[in-house]
C-alpha cells in the first residue's frame, strides 16, 4: 500500500471570493500532478475562511461585559474575547492565555478556532485582523468537490484540515473540521485481526489520520502550500460528514 501526498505548487495568496476549484485546478497543472477517481483533496481552513471572507477587524469589535470579565482572567484581548463567545456554545476550561471552548460547529478547541497568523485584509495591519472557521465546512467542502467532479469528470473526496491542540498530549496536529465525499471514521468491530481475534473496540478516525498526513507536508508557518493531493487512501470513498467524529457528551471523560 503507498499513501501519497503532494503539497501543490504555485497557491497563491487567497482572498476573498477566489474560486477554490480554480486555484486546486491550476496548482495541479502546475504540479503536474492528474486528478484521478478516489483521490482526495485535502485543504487547510484558512485557505477557505480567506476565500468566503471570513475576516474580522478588531476595531468594529464592541466587547460585552461578560467578554471584558473573561478577559480580565485570561488576560486576553476583550475584543478577541467577545469573538470567541460569539462563535462558540460554550466555554469549558480557561487560564491565562488560554480558552478552551465547544465551537457552535461542535468540536471542542482554543479559542473558538480564530487565527491570527498568516492574516491581512485589504493591506490593514494583521494585529487587529482575525480570521473566523468556515461558517459550514461540509458544505464547503461539497461545493468544492461537486465544481472539482464536474469540471474533470472524476469521482473524489474533499477534507478541509485544521490544527488543533489535545486535551492529553503537547503539540497541535491536523485535525478534519469539513469532509465531503470521504469517510470520517471507519469502523473495525467485527473484523479479524492478524491472530484471527475478533475486533472489539476499534473505531478508526481516517479523516483525522489523513487530515494530519497532510499539516505534515502543508506546513504551519511560511510555506504557502494549503493545498494538498493524497493518493492511496486505503478505505473506500463514500459520503461522509464532520458529526461522525465528533465524540457524545456523555462519552467525553475530559469535560
Not at 12 to 21: E, N, R
Request: glycine share 8%.
Amino acid at each position: 500500500m503507498i499513501l501519497s501526498l503532494t503539497a501543490l505548487s504555485g497557491i497563491p495568496f487567497i482572498t476573498p471570493g477566489m474560486d477554490l476549484a480554480d486555484v486546486i485546478i491550476a496548482g495541479l497543472e502546475k504540479s503536474t500532478v492528474q486528478l484521478l477517481d478516489n483521490d482526495i483533496i485535502v485543504i487547510a481552513q484558512k485557505a477557505v475562511s480567506k476565500a468566503e471572507g471570513r475576516f474580522v477587524d478588531l476595531k468594529t469589535v464592541n466587547p460585552s461585559q461578560k467578554a471584558f470579565a473573561l478577559a480580565k482572567k485570561t488576560e486576553k484581548d476583550p475584543r478577541l474575547v467577545e469573538l470567541i463567545l460569539r462563535e462558540c456554545n460554550d466555554v469549558l476550561r480557561t487560564r491565562p492565555g488560554t480558552i478552551i471552548v465547544e465551537h457552535k460547529l461542535g468540536f471542542v478547541c482554543a479559542s473558538a478556532g480564530i487565527d491570527h497568523s498568516n492574516v491581512t485584509m485589504d493591506g490593514r495591519d494583521h494585529e487587529d485582523i482575525v480570521l473566523l472557521l468556515p461558517e459550514n465546512p461540509d458544505r464547503s467542502a461539497c461545493e468544492i468537490r461537486k465544481s472539482l467532479e464536474d469540471r474533470c469528470g472524476v469521482r473524489i473526496g474533499v477534507l478541509i484540515n485544521d490544527s488543533h491542540g489535545r486535551a492529553w498530549r503537547l503539540g497541535t496536529t491536523g485535525v478534519a473540521i469539513g469532509m465531503s465525499g470521504i469517510p470520517g471514521i471507519i469502523d473495525e468491530r467485527g473484523w479479524k485481526d492478524f491472530t484471527d481475534y475478533t475486533l472489539q473496540i476499534t473505531v478508526v478516525g481516517v479523516a483525522d489520520e489523513l487530515a494530519a498526513a497532510a499539516s505534515l507536508v502543508m506546513g504551519q508557518a511560511a510555506e504557502g502550500t494549503p493545498i494538498v493531493h493524497a493518493r492511496g487512501f486505503p478505505y473506500p470513498l463514500r459520503e461522509g460528514q464532520l458529526s461522525e467524529v465528533l465524540r457524545p457528551k456523555d462519552q467525553d471523560l475530559f469535560r
